[in-house]
Structure formats: C-alpha cells, structure tokens
C-alpha cells in the first residue's frame, strides 16, 4: 500500500478540503489560490496513474480510493461554481448522478466483471477538468476585460462538451453493464469460457 502512487492519492484527498476552504473565502486572490490547489491536485490524478501503471504499483486502495479522490475533487468544484452562480445547478445536478451512479454500478459489476475505463470516460474527465479550471480561475482579476470574456466563453463551451461526453458515456456504460449482465450466465455456464 505504502508507494508513490498511492502517496499522490492520499495527497489529492488532502487537497480537496484545502480547496473548499479557499473557495469559500471571499476575494479574487482567495480563487486564485483555490484554482492553483485545483490544478495541482487535478495533476497528482494523471500522474499517479502512470506511476501506477509503469511501475506496477496497482493496489487494492488504489483501486478504491482513486475514483473517490476523482469524484470527490471533481464533484466539489461543480457544486461550488453553483453555490458561487457561475453554473447553472441543472449542470452540475446532472453530473453527480451520472458520476456517482455510473461509480455505484461499477463497483456492482465487480462480482461480474471489472469495467475499465473507456476513452470516451478519459475524454470526460479531461473535459470535467479543463472547463472546471476555466470557470475557477478569475480571469478578469488577472486579464484585459476582452481577453477573459473570450475565456470564459471557452470555459462554458467546455461545459458543454464535457456534458454531452458525460452523458454519452454514462448510457454507454449502462448498456456495457447491461450486455456483462447477459453474458455472465453464459460464461458460467460454460465454465468461465467467456469473459464480459
């Protein structure tokens, strides 16, 4: 359990109060400060999927707390850019139930088959991310008034897309778990010939 990887996973759920404590601050130095832990904390998930991967340090708490730091850190900002009025709470309502729920069936599926990660989902996340960094950063403290318009409008694009991607590989991960479902029986049935 004790490995790099899983040290950046414990140090991204540190991040996420340190984060909500700073949103919840007022002032545009305070957001700052709020979308620099954001970004770093947002880092640490990349890299210690790598360092997971290339050393093999894949663990069992690494299975189950990486998502959780994920949706924890994720889940947060959306819910703060609403409380704040910077998106609208239809949006994020809509993304803690396709996360969440698509995060609860997974883990059921466990008994099945494990459900990996799709580009699609990957394509999600990097979305989630980059329109989320876009909203928490103050452009106009920083930037000519035109200049962090323009941003901003890219900011909510990527809203947008990253919904559209979020709810797109939600129903394709309904149908996946639909389809293991199915096959599973057969699989028994065959003496585990098959694998969902």
């Given at each position: 359990m ?10 991204r ?5 340190v984060?909500v404590?700073l949103m919840?601050?007022p002032?545009?130095?305070?957001r ?7 970004i ?14 290339s050393r093999n340090?894949i ?5 189950i ?8 850190l994720t889940?947060?900002?959306?819910i ?9 709470w ?11 729920g698509?995060?609860?069936?997974r ?13 699609g ?7 989630q ?6 909203l ?9 008034a ?13 809203v947008?897309a990253a ?31 098959r694998?969902?």
């Amino acid at each position: 359990m004790l490995n790099i990887a899983n040290a950046l996973t414990v140090l991204r759920i540190i991040l996420v109060p340190v984060f909500v404590w700073l949103m919840l601050l007022p002032g545009d130095a305070m957001r700052l400060a709020a979308a620099l832990v954001f970004i770093v904390a947002a880092a640490t998930d990349r890299l210690d999927g790598q360092l997971a991967r290339s050393r093999n340090l894949i663990t069992s708490f690494g299975k189950i707390a990486d998502p959780i730091a994920d949706k924890a850190l994720t889940l947060s900002a959306f819910i703060l850019l609403s409380v704040a009025g910077r998106l609208w709470w239809w949006v994020t309502v809509l993304i803690i139930v396709r996360e969440l729920g698509i995060t609860v069936m997974r883990f059921a599926m466990l008994r099945r088959a494990v459900m990996a990660a799709s580009r699609g989902g990957k394509a999600k996340t990097v979305l989630q991310i980059l329109a989320l960094i876009g909203l928490l950063l103050p452009w106009h403290a920083v930037l000519p008034a035109t200049l962090a318009t323009g941003l901003l409008r890219v900011s909510y694009a990527l809203v947008a897309a990253a919904l559209v991607v979020t709810v797109a590989t939600g129903i394709d991960y309904v149908l996946q778990a639909i389809r293991i479902s199915r096959e599973k029986p057969a699989a028994d049935a065959t003496g585990g010939a098959r694998h969902g």
